[in-house]
């Protein structure tokens, strides 16, 4: 029997690959499906079934494609109603995979069909349990994004309990896999490693403590930030299907000449620099959205757009097909093209280029004195744990529509845990009129380790 675990850490996302005997199984791949048909031919196998353990809120999961690219089976746990032809599988039953059998195991509660998958070894242990958002390690899947007007998040909490109690029967020594790691939204306090047993679950994830059914609810649904708004698109994508990724790669990857790519900025489009944000700081197109691939790029546009906003892209050279790749991930799929020639087509026309100066922490308290606020973009529970006293806090998730709190002709200091959000937070700004704006290098990080001045912990 061979395990292996697909992450994708921009996503915080993980996929399984299941083989037992030549059969295999894959459990939530993502959309772009080429990474597990070369596994699958690296290794020979067929691929027999594609688990989903629930329909997923913050990616579009490539269940379809790999069906129609294998002929393999769809399985969804109970209550699971796909727009699509797939197997509706019942609580306890069991799928053969070679010489390993699959057990579904009903687990409501981050959404109502979610559904985890107990793995059993050739000599018939229990040997790993795929938890999708049930359980991850450190936390459990936060119960308010499958809401509808017949069905509070406290209802959901509820069922979340008893499905815990479920996986807290299994052995100490399970492998336990989730769907997600650290940097998810689908949870409030996930670790950073990727997996565990659920011996260690039972003894420091806290949501597995003893607690009362009462205590529990209120443990997971206390603190809950408001989802990214393209979570309930990608539930509706998985839930009622989606083109071809591969014809969405042709249709969004057009080359745009440059009164193309001006002329869709007038009709509306929003452009998207894919590029570093150091780079981007040092001259980009007046207007441009900063949203760097060298960090969570598909997931901080997917929480501070639309998904049907008009997009044209400026990329590096030959990031044009991860940029438009990775936003598919997420559904947004109206990517007019990208500029080709990519800035020096721009800077060649002899068009204006902005700036965004980035300075370091140790130059913060001279620019304090000349009448710089600094503006922390990190989320609260970052803030609350430590930040520079007398600081203003937007997080970055609100900062577009809390703009209106700032006043266009101040001086302001921008800063995140380590510069990536900060520089998104400064390119918004820009785009709404502020043009006093310095972003500091290595974000709270840096200011950690080169300041003097006081650190301050606690509420707002």
């Given at each position: 029997?061979?395990?292996?675990?697909?992450?994708?850490?921009?996503?915080?996302?993980?996929?399984?690959?299941?083989?037992?005997?030549?059969?295999?199984?894959?459990?939530?791949?993502?959309?772009?499906?080429?990474?597990?048909?070369?596994?699958?031919?690296?290794?020979?196998?067929?691929?027999?079934?594609?688990?989903?353990?629930?329909?997923h809120a913050d990616f579009v999961s490539?269940?379809?494609?790999?069906?129609?690219?294998?002929?393999?089976?769809?399985?969804?746990?109970?209550?699971?109603?796909?727009?699509?032809?797939?197997?509706?599988?019942?609580?306890?039953?069991?799928?053969?995979?070679?010489?390993?059998?699959?057990?579904?195991?009903?687990?409501?509660?981050?959404?109502?069909?979610?559904?985890?998958?107990?793995?059993?070894?050739?000599?018939?242990?229990?040997?790993?349990?795929f938890t999708g958002d049930t359980l991850?390690?450190?936390?459990?899947?936060?119960?308010?994004?499958?809401?509808?007007?017949?069905?509070?998040?406290?209802?959901?909490?509820?069922?979340?309990?008893?499905?815990?109690?479920?996986?807290?029967?299994?052995?100490?020594?399970?492998?336990?896999?989730?769907?997600?790691?650290?940097?998810?939204?689908?949870?409030?306090?996930?670790?950073?490693?990727?997996?565990?047993?659920?011996?260690?679950?039972?003894?420091?994830?806290?949501?597995?403590?003893?607690?009362?059914?009462?205590?529990?609810?209120?443990?997971?649904?206390?603190?809950?930030?408001?989802?990214?708004?393209?979570?309930?698109?990608?539930?509706?994508?998985?839930?009622?299907?989606?083109?071809?990724?591969?014809?969405?790669?042709?249709?969004?990857?057009?080359?745009?000449?440059?009164?193309?790519?001006?002329?869709?900025?007038?009709?509306?489009?929003?452009?998207?620099?894919?590029?570093?944000?150091?780079?981007?700081?040092?001259?980009?197109?007046?207007?441009?959205?900063?949203?760097?691939?060298?960090?969570?790029?598909?997931?901080?546009?997917?929480?501070?757009?639309?998904?049907?906003?008009?997009?044209?892209?400026?990329?590096?050279?030959?990031?044009?097909?991860?940029?438009?790749?990775?936003?598919?991930?997420?559904?947004?799929?109206?990517?007019?093209?990208?500029?080709?020639?990519?800035?020096?087509?721009?800077?060649?026309?002899?068009?204006?280029?902005?700036?965004?100066?980035?300075?370091?922490?140790?130059q913060i308290p001279s620019h304090l004195?000349?009448?710089?606020?600094?503006?922390?973009?990190?989320?609260?529970?970052?803030?609350?744990?430590?930040?520079?006293?007398?600081?203003?806090?937007?997080?970055?998730?609100?900062?577009?529509?809390?703009?209106?709190?700032?006043?266009?002709?101040?001086?302001?200091?921008?800063?995140?845990?380590?510069?990536?959000?900060?520089?998104?937070?400064?390119?918004?700004?820009?785009?709404?009129?502020?043009?006093?704006?310095?972003?500091?290098?290595?974000?709270?990080?840096?200011?950690?380790?080169?300041?003097?001045?006081?650190?301050?912990?606690?509420?707002?």
């Open positions: 029997m061979f395990v292996q675990q697909l992450y994708t850490g921009c996503l915080a996302e993980a996929a399984y690959y299941v083989e037992s005997h030549r059969e295999a199984v894959i459990i939530d791949p993502l959309r772009d499906i080429a990474p597990y048909l070369k596994l699958l031919e690296e290794r020979k196998t067929t691929l027999k079934y594609i688990f989903e353990t629930h329909f490539g269940h379809l494609d790999l069906a129609r690219a294998t002929g393999a089976t769809i399985v969804f746990g109970p209550k699971a109603r796909p727009a699509y032809t797939a197997y509706v599988a019942m609580h306890k039953e069991m799928f053969h995979v070679g010489e390993a059998r699959i057990k579904v195991l009903h687990t409501p509660g981050h959404t109502l069909e979610s559904s985890c998958y107990l793995l059993i070894d050739e000599e018939g242990r229990d040997h790993a349990i991850f390690n450190g936390d459990v899947g936060r119960p308010d994004l499958a809401v509808k007007s017949d069905l509070t998040q406290e209802e959901l909490a509820g069922y979340l309990y008893e499905s815990i109690q479920r996986l807290k029967a299994l052995d100490d020594n399970v492998l336990m896999y989730p769907a997600h790691g650290a940097g998810s939204q689908c949870g409030k306090n996930m670790r950073s490693e990727t997996f565990s047993t659920m011996g260690e679950q039972k003894r420091y994830n806290i949501a597995l403590h003893p607690w009362t059914r009462e205590e529990f609810i209120t443990l997971v649904t206390d603190g809950l930030e408001e989802p990214p708004a393209y979570f309930p698109e990608n539930v509706r994508i998985n839930q009622t299907g989606y083109e071809d990724i591969q014809k969405i790669l042709h249709k969004n990857l057009s080359p745009l000449s440059l009164s193309d790519f001006m002329l869709a900025v007038e009709k509306g489009a929003v452009i998207l620099d894919t590029r570093h944000p150091d780079t981007f700081g040092e001259g980009f197109i007046p207007g441009s959205l900063n949203v760097g691939l060298n960090g969570q790029y598909a997931v901080w546009v997917g929480t501070l757009l639309t998904i049907h906003q008009p997009l044209v892209l400026l990329t590096e050279a030959g990031k044009e097909e991860e940029s438009v790749t990775r936003l598919a991930r997420v559904g947004f799929e109206n990517v007019l093209g990208y500029l080709k020639g990519g800035l020096n087509t721009w800077q060649k026309a002899g068009k204006t280029l902005e700036t965004i100066e980035t300075i370091h922490a140790v004195q000349q009448g710089y606020t600094l503006l922390d973009v990190r989320k609260k529970k970052e803030y609350e744990q430590g930040h520079v006293g007398g600081t203003l806090l937007i997080p970055l998730h609100q900062l577009a529509h809390k703009l209106s709190e700032l006043e266009q002709e101040k001086k302001y200091i921008v800063h995140c845990a380590g510069g990536y959000r900060s520089m998104i937070a400064a390119s918004i700004m820009k785009r709404h009129g502020f043009h006093h704006i310095k972003n500091i290098q290595g974000g709270f990080q840096s200011i950690k380790e080169t300041l003097t001045v006081p650190l301050t912990s606690g509420e707002c």
